[in-house]
C-alpha cells in the first residue's frame, strides 16, 4: 500500500521531465507559482516554490483535466495530509517527517450515498 503511493508520487514527479511545453514560474512574494503542463496542454502540476524547494499546497491532474492528487510540501518535504484519487477511491495520507504514517481509503459512491 505505501508503495503504490510512493510510485504514485514519483510519477508525477517524473511526468513533468517528459513533457514538451515548458513549466511557467511567476513570482509572488517570496514564493514562485509553478505550473507544468502535460503534452496536451492541461494543467499537469501547481503549487508553489519557496528559496528552490516545494512548500505549501500542491495539485497534481491527469492529461484530461481531473484531480489526482493534492497536498502539501514543507521546505520540500511531504507534510500533513495528502489526497489521491482513483476511479471512486479516494487515499488519505498522512505524512510525518516526509515518511507515510498512515493510510486511510475512502469509498467516494459510499460517502455520497450517506450524504444524501
Same mark, same amino acid.
Given at each position: 500500500?505505501?508503495?503504490?503511493?510512493?510510485?504514485?508520487?514519483?510519477l508525477f514527479s517524473v511526468c513533468t521531465y517528459a513533457q514538451n511545453i515548458?513549466?511557467?514560474?511567476?513570482?509572488?512574494?517570496?514564493?514562485?507559482?509553478?505550473?507544468?503542463?502535460?503534452?496536451? /496542454?492541461?494543467?499537469?502540476? *501547481? =503549487?508553489?516554490? $519557496?528559496? +528552490?524547494?516545494?512548500? &505549501?499546497? !500542491?495539485?497534481?491532474?491527469?492529461?484530461? /483535466?481531473?484531480?489526482?492528487? *493534492? =497536498?502539501?510540501? $514543507?521546505? +520540500?518535504?511531504?507534510? &500533513?495530509? !495528502?489526497?489521491?484519487?482513483?476511479?471512486?477511491?479516494?487515499?488519505?495520507?498522512?505524512?510525518?517527517?516526509?515518511?507515510?504514517?498512515?493510510?486511510?481509503? !475512502?469509498?467516494?459512491?459510499?460517502?455520497?450515498?450517506?450524504?444524501?
Amino acid at each position: 500500500m505505501k508503495r503504490s503511493i510512493i510510485l504514485l508520487a514519483v510519477l508525477f514527479s517524473v511526468c513533468t521531465y517528459a513533457q514538451n511545453i515548458k513549466p511557467t514560474f511567476e513570482k509572488e512574494g517570496k514564493m514562485v507559482k509553478a505550473t507544468y503542463f502535460h503534452e496536451n /496542454g492541461e494543467i499537469a502540476q *501547481t =503549487g508553489y516554490l $519557496l528559496e +528552490g524547494k516545494l512548500h &505549501g499546497q !500542491w495539485y497534481m491532474y491527469s492529461a484530461e /483535466g481531473k484531480k489526482l492528487a *493534492t =497536498g502539501k510540501y $514543507l521546505n +520540500g518535504q511531504r507534510a &500533513g495530509k !495528502w489526497f489521491f484519487w482513483k476511479d471512486d477511491i479516494l487515499k488519505e495520507v498522512d505524512f510525518e517527517d516526509n515518511r507515510i504514517a498512515y493510510v486511510k481509503n !475512502w469509498n467516494q459512491s459510499e460517502i455520497v450515498s450517506v450524504n444524501k
